[in-house]
């Protein structure tokens, strides 16, 4: 066979082999429409209202709202004083679940990272543990801790906590597999214990993208926090609740809890996206050899 003979005979079947893939792909994309497609249709049909029949009222609620904010536009300053304690406990929750979720993931992610883990045996079950965390959500945990607890913002915090661990943890681990271990093994050499190996040789290389981490993180958190106010976790979330059920006359309060919350939202949002620029910069620099 010439190699001309052969070129063709490789690029024939990488044809095949082209158009199998493509027809494989082509079945799955078919096969997910169709299981969306007749998912959808279920989930209409059992809606009470119907989706198509309500789809023409969407807009609704959002044009009495702010017909009605505009309308009382006087009393929106106010208003907005008077949920700030609100939104100052929806903060609380979030930054104490963050706290939590930061030493719980950081514990978790030790002890669940291969090279690093005082446990090798364990390394499976920690990480399942972490799975477990993080697969189970806020909103399932936070009702099952108001049956046990009643309502407040202690259920929110540890619903939201507990889950933090598990994402945290994850992201942590990560972090920390791609550390050098030769900080590690120096220790090693000189005697030094686990916990003064993972402090001076593991933690001052991830500290960054920890920090980075758990500041997105505490983002998530303030949001999560105020939805868990809709089942009566407190907050911010549960006097918007009250807002709303009151209906017409008292969108007024509502609007104003809308834009408290938007505020605080995009605030955080800048501030902690500032932080993180900064110390993925410094951890940059630092890499470099340059001042940091």
């Known amino acids: 066979m010439t190699s001309t003979d052969s070129s063709a005979a490789i690029a024939a079947a990488?044809?095949?082999?082209?158009?199998?893939?493509?027809?494989?792909?082509?079945?799955?994309?078919?096969?997910?429409?169709?299981l969306l497609i007749s998912g959808f249709r279920l989930a209409d049909s059992r809606n009470a209202g119907g989706f198509w029949k309500g789809l023409s009222q969407v807009?609704?609620?959002?044009?009495?709202?702010?017909?009605?904010?505009?309308?009382?536009?006087?009393?929106?300053?106010?208003?907005?004083?008077?949920?700030?304690?609100?939104?100052?406990?929806?903060?609380?929750?979030?930054?104490?679940?963050?706290?939590?979720?930061?030493?719980?993931?950081?514990?978790?992610?030790?002890?669940?990272?291969r090279g690093l883990a005082p446990w090798p045996r364990l390394v499976p079950l920690f990480r399942r543990l972490l799975d477990i965390a993080r697969a189970i959500p806020e909103l399932v945990i936070a009702l099952v801790l108001i049956f046990v607890l009643g309502g407040g913002p202690v259920p929110a915090a540890l619903a939201i906590g507990f889950h933090t661990v598990g994402a945290l943890g994850k992201l942590f681990s990560e972090v920390a597999e791609n550390a050098s271990l030769k900080p590690v093994e120096g220790l090693e050499s000189v005697g030094a214990s686990w916990l003064q190996r993972i402090w001076f040789g593991i933690i001052p290389q991830v500290a960054?993208?920890?920090?980075?981490?758990?500041?997105?993180?505490?983002?998530?958190?303030?949001?999560?926090?105020?939805?868990?106010?809709?089942?009566?976790?407190?907050?911010?979330?549960?006097?918007?609740?009250?807002?709303?059920?009151?209906?017409?006359?008292?969108?007024?309060?509502?609007?104003?809890?809308?834009?408290?919350?938007?505020?605080?939202?995009?605030?955080?949002?800048?501030l902690t996206s500032m932080a993180r620029e900064h110390l993925v910069r410094g951890q940059e620099r630092g890499e470099a050899g340059g001042p940091i």
């Open 14 to 34: 990488y044809r095949t082999q082209l158009a199998r893939r493509r027809s494989y792909s082509a079945l799955l994309w078919a096969i997910f429409a169709l």
């Open 208 to 270: 960054p993208n920890w920090a980075s981490y758990a500041m997105l993180r505490f983002e998530i958190n303030i949001r999560a926090s105020a939805i868990l106010g809709f089942v009566g976790a407190g907050g911010i979330g549960y006097e918007l609740r009250n807002a709303i059920s009151w209906g017409q006359g008292r969108y007024d309060a509502a609007a104003a809890i809308f834009i408290l919350l938007f505020a605080a939202i995009v605030f955080f949002d800048q």
């Open 59 to 113: 807009f609704d609620f959002p044009s009495e709202l702010i017909a009605e904010a505009v309308g009382k536009a006087g009393n929106l300053p106010g208003l907005i004083w008077s949920a700030l304690p609100a939104l100052v406990e929806t903060l609380n929750i979030a930054a104490a679940a963050t706290l939590t979720g930061v030493i719980g993931g950081g514990v978790m992610a030790l002890l669940s990272t």
